[in-house]
């Protein structure tokens, strides 16, 4: 046995003494309690360690949904990370399944852009030039610090490594150091377990080690003292989730109730912490700037809607179809169909049926979303939709003349719509169609006016995403209700959604602000 199979050992034989010891099963066991599960992409991945219990390949944790314990550490060890690829799907599913899970797809997407990661760096300049003033790097331009589970054997460099560790959790990193006028991180990104020669592979065995000791804790946000509210939006967008005359509401309903609102967009990222709040109204991305508002804005204390949680777990139809099925929630019978298993596709149609709906996990405003007809369509759609993304979704395809959409705000109803296909379009949105016909009428109704069981589903399924803003779509065909989608920042535009409650719907948005608001102070007066 090596020296780094008995490190692991004993890793793993900790992590089921503690377990075991709590009157819990042992990790291995489906039934219930504490356990840590170890995922790679493939067997050798893992050759230098002795087998384990705990080691999952990657491929088994995505098609199996029957991992239910409430209390389970998954660490991702897959090779990569990229957007939509496997490594990446692992940490979405495990999040929906309620597992903590290292690396988070938070952490997985602000890696992948350097705009993003760039704004956990702010705090570290004064940290790394003190640390690497006196060290046998300095007389070099550039270097590459490994750091395992936040660990580096340099000393020196320890506190930044911790630091990183902190905010962008994962269990190898690689950072880039570069001088020029100063010292500067040029780069971090995840590094990859199958790629560590032999004495690394013993700094990860002894990091392992010290990580299951012990909890790390996310950093404190700043106090805030002040009700300034901004609503990000694109003046540009087309379909934007706010007109300008519900913006202009909120401007003004805001000054009613003692809020300073303004609307700023993407060139004002360095100007929100001035603000006590950030109310996004522009469509939500994991890869552009709009995430990266939210988390700048969570960082800074500020309150924010919609939070990075939030647009997390809305983006992606993968992680609602996992959550949803789960919770034993109606959604339309869904399927996942994977890049590199082709011959799946017959199978699938049979199941299914046709015409059945096939869909990109990220798309929104019903692109990515392709309706096919027959066996020969299905595999020419998912060839498509395949150069996107390593998953699709396939789904029964339920005709209704309209959506309902609920607006969910705190885990309450806030209005209700129906909005009904566009002409000769199966679905609302039609992008292909002629100018001023490319959605569908909008009907708004009291919330009172809708079916109890449409409404107990969508309250129902917006609280499991959290308790920020939500806009879920449903269907409903005779008694059976579906979920559709759960949309992060739901439209509120003026004409429509305020078509019942006016300027009250504006109000009541604004108060959840004020609310929040008035709570984080008292929290931290205490």
Not at 225 to 237: K, N
Request: glycine share 6%.
């Amino acid at each position: 046995m090596s020296a780094v199979q008995t490190k692991v050992a004993e890793v793993l034989d900790k992590t089921r003494q503690a377990t075991i010891t709590l009157g819990e099963e042992p990790p291995g066991r489906q039934r219930g309690g504490s356990r840590l599960l170890i995922l790679v992409e493939r067997k050798e991945d893992w050759a230098s360690y002795l087998p384990s219990e705990s080691l999952m390949l990657a491929q088994d944790y995505l098609e199996h949904s029957d991992h239910s314990a409430s209390r389970t550490q998954v660490i991702n060890l897959c090779r990569n990370y990229k957007y939509l690829g496997q490594g990446y799907y692992c940490s979405l599913l495990a999040e929906a399944r309620g597992h903590k899970v290292l690396p988070s797809v938070r952490t997985l997407s602000e890696l992948a852009r350097k705009s993003l990661y760039g704004v956990g760096l702010d705090d570290l300049e004064r940290v790394i030039q003190r640390a690497l003033a006196n060290h046998p790097y300095a007389s070099t331009e550039a270097f590459t610090l490994t750091l395992y589970f936040g660990k580096t054997r340099i000393e020196p460099l320890q506190e930044i490594g911790r630091q990183l560790f902190e905010t962008f959790p994962c269990p190898v990193l690689l950072v880039e150091f570069r001088r020029g006028e100063t010292w500067q991180i040029a780069g971090i990104k995840p590094g990859a377990l199958h790629k560590l020669r032999d004495e690394q592979q013993h700094l990860f065995a002894d990091a392992l080690d010290a990580f299951n000791r012990r909890t790390w804790r996310q950093p404190a946000s700043r106090r805030v003292a002040r009700y300034d509210l901004a609503i990000l939006r694109d003046p540009a967008e087309d379909l934007p989730p706010s007109n300008p005359l519900a913006l202009q509401r909120f401007v003004e309903i805001g000054a009613q109730l003692g809020i300073d609102v303004e609307l700023i967009e993407k060139k004002d990222y360095a100007r929100l912490a001035e603000y006590d709040a950030l109310f996004i109204r522009e469509t939500t991305r994991l890869d552009d700037h709009t995430y990266r508002f939210a988390k700048k804005a969570e960082s800074e204390g500020l309150v924010v809607i919609d939070d990075p949680s939030s647009i997390l777990r809305c983006t992606n139809k993968v992680y609602l179809a996992d959550l949803l099925r789960r919770h034993g929630l109606g959604s339309p019978a869904t399927e996942i169909l994977y890049k590199d298993r082709p011959q799946e596709l017959e199978q699938v149609g049979r199941r299914l049926g046709f015409p059945l709906v096939l869909k990109i996990p990220d798309g929104c405003f019903s692109r990515g979303v392709i309706k096919v007809a027959d066996a020969p369509a299905l595999v020419a759609a998912a060839e498509e939709l395949f150069q996107h993304s390593v998953l699709l979704l396939a789904q029964e395809y339920c005709y209704t003349e309209f959506d309902w959409r609920i607006g969910v705000l705190n885990g309450e109803a806030l209005y209700a719509c129906q909005y009904f296909m566009s002409k000769g379009h199966w679905q609302i949105y039609n992008h292909k169609a002629v100018a001023g016909e490319v959605n569908g009428e909008c009907r708004a109704l009291a919330v009172q006016q809708v079916p109890p069981a449409v409404l107990q589903l969508a309250l129902d399924t917006a609280r499991l995403i959290g308790d920020g803003l939500y806009g879920v779509d449903l269907k409903q065909t005779g008694e059976q209700v579906v979920v559709i989608e759960v949309n992060d920042n739901p439209n509120l535009d003026a004409g429509i959604e305020d078509a019942v409650l006016g300027d009250e719907l504006y109000r009541r948005v604004l108060q959840a602000f004020v609310t929040r608001l008035e709570s984080k102070h008292r929290g931290q007066a205490c």
